[in-house]
């Protein structure tokens, strides 16, 4: 029982100490809750729930859904101060941060345009403004990016949108088919929950901004229709609706009301998603399961119903584009193809029972995404642990694929990032491709599909007071206990760390950061991250550990050894390492950082619960660490869809497995390392009270004096600030408190 475990932290209410008084570590007071797992009458609890057991938490009560509960802001409020007060003597070194990271900053900028029909879209920055400006420009002939003299015409400011608003996040910008007006989505509140506002870009007036409680998807489907996502309450996008704008100037739109259900999905293990296909025929809707998949289309042409493309069973999961004829070409897991194989079925018969492989399937290759084009089509994947392009030509004439035709991209580094950027023309000779390494700025370059050598660097990434020839990177392996190889991605200044490619007998040990993720199947590419540079400047080395539970090596990596009853193996190779960088002498303990967000907060709480011994401190950004309280609550937005991922605490064969990894529930009276905390009170995905929980829990078992510090933003939600100099705020915090605590809190840049 907690109350019993009680050590030298002064236990606390919610009443704020005064000004004057220095304020002990903050734990919150414990007040009785039993947490019920297994079948409870009334909820959705699974296909198996057990009977009814219960487990303590006596820090439930700091959950408030509705944000407003007074005793527990004034707690969030008094963790601030409280970490205020402990960080203070790092105020000079974050000032010293945040301007370095303005200096890398090119604060007027413009990203790479994309054509787009008869316009070039984009969006730029201004020095001194927090938003992006969205604009375009004409296209006059066959040119790749507008001529000087195009005039520019503005879209959106989202400055003057988001004027007076703490938060102001715009999760789309779609142009109507006729390149007359915008529909955008916003949230201003950092919940993710939006609106829809649709203007006409001659004018720059408001058409239409009666659709409220969104995704963030909007969806043009003629120049007068939209599709779009509500949410339910557990912010699960379930329903998709049709929206007819009315048409003249100054008409009065129909009432949300009035739009057109198109279908509603009612099990809360599905998500629904809508997009369009890039020839712009075909609507599609994704309705998906972490484990399965059901997609639907309306030809836009005909405006028929919607049909199925292969009725959904547990298991299969599937991508679909429309090849640009009369066919769909199909990505999918189907007959055990777990890195997916690429098929193609008549439009007119899409069923599964039609499916017919394009190209032979290639176990050591993982297929992600197909992009479309009127003569090629562009495979996104991964093969040897990077992220690669493969290019097929399609018959000139008839459209048909021509699967002889594939050939791989290749490019000049060993370790690199690469992926397809915004290609908006369906008919079109070029691919826009972005690449970046972890020494290269990322580059959106236009490739010639018909002839891949021919290349033009449309821009580049302007990195400012960086010169990127004084950085090198490699990839080592750790040994994990199975005796898997673990891939790390490395990088560091070679002026200042010149020994790191020398024998470890001969490496002195540096101060490092590791960092991980590992879930879902989301892979931490060796891409460029320019707000490191102030570690790397500094003589530290920067680690990307590619741990299981990740895809980096594939859809193995994450489905067979890292989710459900493997999940254990994501925390024991993160800690195998940092145990190889200690034992090969690039580091030490005492020089050793680490940092996970979100489910790689999971990753934190659960290295420094089994090995605190390997850190001097970490961040742990809005860590999901009370996955069983979390996990068995329908009621929290997505659990009900992750139980695909963790499994189900309230069935037998998942509980104790997952207790055994529950951050929270293992934590222990053990000396823990120094511990920064971050989180947004908003945050849908991980709701703040279990790193408030978590915080006070540490304090009060922990046997040390090292910090456990708070900081909880109650303007923003998962994503942290959208105000960009916020941003870069918040990380000149993360990285002086790291900074601080390896002792180079007085050290330099180089």
Not at 40 to 66: I, S, T
Not at 95 to 105: R, S
Not at 195 to 215: C, N, Q
Not at 358 to 366: E, F, G, L, Q, W
Request: proline letters at 6%.
């Amino acid at each position: 029982m907690l109350g019993v475990l009680r050590r030298s932290v002064v236990r606390l209410s919610a009443s704020p100490a005064p000004p004057t008084m220095a304020i002990p570590p903050p734990v919150a007071v414990q007040r009785p809750h039993m947490v019920t797992f297994g079948a409870v009458e009334g909820e959705n609890r699974g296909g198996k729930p057990f009977e009814p057991r219960q487990r303590e938490d006596p820090f439930f009560w700091l959950r408030d859904d509705e944000r407003t509960q007074e005793d527990v802001l004034d707690h969030l409020r008094l963790e601030n101060r409280y970490g205020e007060q402990e960080l203070e003597h790092l105020g000079e070194l974050r000032q010293t941060l945040y301007d370095e990271h303005v200096t890398h900053l090119k604060e007027t900028d413009d990203k790479a345009p994309a054509r787009h029909g008869k316009y070039f879209y984009y969006t730029r920055t201004v020095k001194g403004l927090s938003y992006p400006l969205h604009a375009r420009k004409p296209v006059v002939g066959d040119e790749r990016v507008p001529l000087p003299e195009a005039e520019e015409e503005l879209l959106l400011d989202i400055n003057k949108l988001g004027e007076g608003k703490p938060h102001c996040d715009v999760g789309v910008l779609k142009v109507s088919p006729d390149h007359t007006k915008i529909a955008f989505t916003v949230d201003f509140a950092g919940d993710e929950v939006y609106s829809i506002v649709v203007r006409d870009i001659a004018t720059g007036a408001t058409v239409d901004e009666t659709v409220t409680g969104t995704d963030h998807l909007v969806v043009w489907g003629d120049d007068s229709t939209l599709f779009y996502l509500t949410l339910d309450e557990i912010k699960r996008p379930d329903k998709l609706y049709m929206r007819k704008l009315a048409g003249g100037a100054g008409a009065a739109q129909p009432a949300q009301a009035e739009d057109v259900l198109m279908l509603h999905e009612e099990d809360e293990q599905f998500r629904v998603g809508v997009g369009k296909s890039a020839s712009g025929r075909l609507l599609l809707v994704e309705i998906a399961s972490t484990e399965t998949t059901e997609v639907r289309y309306i030809d836009l042409g005909a405006m028929g119903p919607l049909t199925v493309v292969e009725p959904r069973h547990f298991g299969l999961r599937y991508e679909v584009e429309h090849d640009g004829h009369d066919g769909l070409l199909i990505l999918t897991n189907k007959d055990k193809a777990i890195n997916n194989r690429l098929m193609r079925a008549p439009l007119g018969s899409p069923a599964a029972e039609n499916w017919a492989e394009v190209i032979p399937y290639d176990d050591a290759r993982k297929l992600d995404a197909a992009v479309v084009f009127k003569h090629h089509v562009v495979l996104e994947g991964r093969q040897g642990g990077l992220t690669q392009l493969w290019l097929m030509d399609k018959d000139a004439a008839s459209g048909a694929l021509q699967p002889a035709t594939l050939r791989l991209m290749t490019f000049p580094e060993d370790l690199y990032e690469v992926g397809t950027s915004e290609n908006r023309d369906f008919d079109t000779k070029h691919v826009r491709i972005h690449y970046s390494s972890l020494t290269t700025p990322t580059q959106w370059t236009d490739v010639d599909m018909a002839n891949m050598d021919e290349r033009v660097v449309i821009k580049e990434h302007a990195v400012l007071a960086f010169d990127r020839t004084l950085y090198k990177c490699k990839r080592v392996f750790a040994t994990a206990p199975d005796k898997t190889q673990i891939p790390m991605s490395m990088v560091w200044r070679a002026d200042l760390v010149s020994d790191i490619d020398a024998g470890k007998e001969a490496r002195k040990p540096r101060a490092t950061m590791l960092y991980g993720y590992g879930s879902y199947g989301i892979c931490i590419d060796p891409g460029f991250h320019k707000l490191i540079l102030p570690y790397l400047d500094r003589g530290m080395v920067y680690v990307i550990a590619h741990i299981r539970g990740g895809g980096e090596m594939g859809q193995p990596w994450y489905e067979e050894h890292g989710k459900y009853l493997t999940k254990r193996n994501t925390f024991q190779d993160f800690i195998a390492c940092a145990e190889h960088l200690v034992e090969e002498n690039y580091t030490q303990p005492s020089l050793l950082a680490a940092e996970g967000r979100s489910a790689g907060g999971l990753l934190m709480g659960n290295v420094i619960n089994w090995r605190p011994d390997l850190f001097q401190c970490i961040i742990a950004g809005v860590p999901f660490v009370d996955l069983m309280n979390t996990m068995c609550d329908p009621s929290i937005p997505l659990t009900t869809n992750e139980w695909e991922e963790w499994g189900n605490p309230n069935e037998h064969k998942y509980f104790d497995y997952m207790l055994s990894y529950s951050p929270y529930d293992n934590v222990r009276a053990q000396p823990y390392p120094n511990v920064l905390i971050t989180a947004g009170l908003h945050d849908p995905r991980v709701a703040f009270w279990e790193p408030a929980k978590w915080a006070s829990k540490l304090r009060l078992m922990k046997t040390d004096k090292n910090h456990v510090v708070c900081k909880f933003d109650l303007s923003s939600g998962h994503f942290s600030a959208s105000d960009r100099y916020k941003y870069i705020k918040e990380k000149a915090f993360d990285q002086a408190f790291v900074l601080g605590h390896l002792g180079l809190k007085d050290a330099k840049k180089q």
